[in-house]
């Protein structure tokens, strides 16, 4: 499965994003896609996740009310609306992909995915 991740870019605080994550490859072996964030310094943090029958999603608690996980089944790709943006939420930020319906340490945990796109950069200016 290859990632491909896009729609990054700079914006003003109070703005909004949209950013996509089209999958190629074997993606009808996916079963859930996430998009993670890692700031300058900082570990990689989950952001958010979709099953890719789009019946759950799950969401940091930073981001809960702000950013909405989508999934077009039709296109093989994966969008995250981010809205009201804040400078805290400048970071690279990264699809990726599991094909197992298990979770060994739960959605969130990176571990638990093993295809990765390549990051697009947010940055929130205040």
């Known amino acids: 499965v290859q990632l491909q991740a896009s729609g990054g870019g700079l914006v003003q605080a109070g703005g909004s994003l949209r950013l996509s994550c089209a999958a190629s490859?074997?993606?009808?072996?996916?079963?859930?896609m996430g998009w993670f964030r890692q700031a300058p310094g900082k570990e990689r943090e989950f952001v958010a996740t979709?099953?890719?029958?789009?019946?759950?999603?799950d969401y940091a608690d930073s981001v809960k009310g702000r950013f909405t996980i989508s999934i077009d089944n039709a296109k093989n790709t994966v969008y995250l609306q981010a809205n009201s943006l804040e400078p805290e939420d400048t970071a690279v930020y990264y699809c990726?992909?599991?094909?197992?319906?298990?979770?060994?340490?739960?959605?969130?945990?990176?571990?638990?995915?093993?295809?990765w796109g390549q990051g697009t950069q947010v940055t929130v200016s205040s």
């Open positions: 990726a992909a599991k094909s197992s319906s298990w979770y060994w340490r739960g959605p969130g945990d990176p571990r638990e995915y093993e295809y």
């Open positions: 490859g074997r993606s009808f072996s996916v079963y859930a």
């Open positions: 979709i099953s890719w029958s789009g019946g759950r999603t």
